[in-house]
């Protein structure tokens, strides 16, 4: 499976501001993704990133709130913007080979918004 | 109706036993299904991937898909303590990954 570093491991922010998480991926893969974990929760997908058109939102999810960038394909960016405390979570990024096999993730992202 | 379901447990059981997991899945269509475990502050650790239907065994592992039944589980057997962690069932729908809500297990000395 692909090596996927993500980072920052972690991040205490003021509400208003906004944080970049970078995603890099040791090998060219096809899709990648990212979710959000909330306290105590399961994973829910924020969005499919495209390499080299825009993201593919949820239901739930817009770009203004969380823009997100892959300019090509070992590569992704997720930024939550005018965050909130509600934002306080775990940020995932994920990557699989195909539409269709499994997905690996990286460590992922704590944040925490005061 | 939720997705992906999974009872979220805690799902208790001595060391050595078989721990059975369940998750249920809305969308007839989806192919793809996965376990992955997730430690207490880390990230999801995929242990099975199943296709088609039957079982499929890894190890102590055992998964078991029923397409019929929408219906996908888990089996580990001779748990260890170690094995203490929260399982996720995940489904692809249409490229993408939907999981459930987890089971917590719990695996007593």
């Known amino acids: 499976s692909a090596v996927i570093s993500q980072k920052p491991s972690r991040d205490i922010c003021q509400r208003g501001t906004s944080l970049t998480i970078q995603c890099q991926v040791d090998s060219q893969v096809t899709m990648m993704f990212w979710y959000r974990q909330q306290p105590g929760q399961s994973l829910t997908l924020i969005a499919t990133a495209n390499q080299g058109s825009e993201a593919t939102y949820e239901s739930g999810f817009v770009i203004d709130k969380f823009p997100i960038s892959r300019p090509n394909l070992t590569f992704s960016t997720l930024t939550v913007s005018n965050m909130s405390p509600e934002d306080s979570s775990i940020y995932l990024c994920s990557v699989a080979g195909s539409a269709s096999t499994e997905a690996f993730f990286g460590q992922g992202t704590r944040l925490t918004v005061v | 109706q939720k997705e992906v379901e999974q009872n979220s447990g805690p799902l208790s059981v001595p060391e050595g036993a078989i721990a059975s997991l369940n998750c249920t899945y809305s969308?007839?269509?989806?192919?793809?299904f996965f376990w992955y475990r997730q430690y207490s502050g880390k990230s999801p650790e995929l242990i099975m991937s199943i296709y088609s239907n039957g079982d499929k065994e890894d190890g102590r592992f055992t998964a078991q898909l029923n397409k019929a039944s929408q219906y996908v589980s888990l089996l580990i057997r001779d748990s260890q303590p170690s094995d203490s962690a929260t399982y996720l069932c995940a489904v692809n729908q249409g490229g993408k990954l939907i999981f459930g809500q987890g089971t917590e297990l719990s695996v007593k000395p």
């Open positions: 969308d007839r269509g989806s192919q793809s």
